[in-house]
């Protein structure tokens, strides 16, 4: 299989190795993502809000944590809530996270951490998490096991604007997640933040090349691990391995670090390295 042939390439023997994995509470068991699962290997799964009522809601969290739990290291409940709300979404983040964390007590599943993930830029969503605090106080901010971070600076999303400088960009973003942001949900620096996506596409447009990619995307990867311990960051994962439709004018089609045809862009390997050299330390 080309996706396992890949995936053991940029593994290459390291662990934890994470598999992100998109679910949603009508989604199978088991999926596609659970049959990568190899030795060293483990899911980040994102379990996403699609209206249904709270009783439903947190029932669906239990049985998703019963059943991925053995072979998850994180749940993230909802997605990118603060940028693209959807209705009652913020409390169904709270009540998610809250209800996902008891079951996997209730089972025995210390390990598993449940949080939240969100997408960022260097300024502050206040009324995002004061609604957080005032929806969940103390019980969410118990509850909340990682923080987890989209990255896109440059990515050539529709609607945003070059940055400048990249690197800082990632460091200001960091620090305003760690310093503003969770303190007003009361979560504390003992609360891990995780770069839950981080990604750069090749879509037809002007320098949007493998080898920017390659460029940009190392730069950032570098940034990160420059800051690491200063913001607690514990993971890092990209967005995607593969595109969807390689030449594609659609930027979301793009993301990859190999084409459609599972080629490898230049990427592909630098980050096979940068995995086996920042994995050590």
């Not at 059943?67 to 809530?81: A, K, N, R, W």
């Not at 118990?142 to 800082?168: H, I, M, Q, R, S």
């Not at 007003?184 to 990619?213: F, H």
Request: glycine fraction near 10%.
């Amino acid at each position: 299989m080309k996706i396992g042939k890949a995936l053991a390439r940029l593994q290459n023997g390291r662990a934890p190795f994470l598999l992100r994995d998109y679910i949603a509470c009508d989604s199978p068991y088991p999926d596609s993502t659970t049959a990568l699962l190899k030795p060293g290997r483990r899911l980040d799964l994102v379990v996403s809000y699609s209206g249904e009522n709270m009783a439903d809601w947190t029932a669906c969290l239990r049985e998703k944590v019963r059943l991925y739990g053995p072979v998850t290291d994180t749940i993230s409940v909802t997605l990118e809530q603060n940028y693209l709300p959807v209705p009652n979404g913020n409390t169904a983040l709270v009540e998610g996270v809250i209800a996902a964390r008891a079951a996997a007590d209730r089972i025995g599943l210390r390990r598993l951490q449940i949080g939240m993930d969100e997408i960022e830029a260097p300024f502050v969503f206040t009324a995002f998490w004061q609604d957080l605090a005032r929806l969940g106080g103390a019980r969410f901010a118990k509850a909340v096991g990682f923080v987890g971070v989209d990255l896109y600076p440059n990515a050539g999303l529709p609607g945003t604007d070059p940055v400048p400088d990249a690197a800082e960009w990632i460091r200001q973003t960091l620090d305003v997640v760690r310093n503003q942001e969770m303190p007003l949900a009361g979560l504390g620096a003992d609360v891990p933040i995780r770069v839950a996506e981080n990604g750069w596409s090749t879509y037809a447009g002007p320098d949007r090349t493998p080898a920017a990619q390659a460029h940009d995307l190392t730069r950032e990867i570098m940034a990160v691990n420059g800051v690491r311990g200063t913001y607690n960051v514990t993971s890092y994962e990209m967005f995607a391995l593969r595109d969807d439709v390689t030449g594609s004018a659609n930027p979301f089609d793009g993301f990859g670090l190999m084409t459609d045809d599972y080629s490898p862009k230049p990427m592909f390997w630098i980050y096979q390295g940068l995995i086996a050299a920042l994995g050590k330390s």
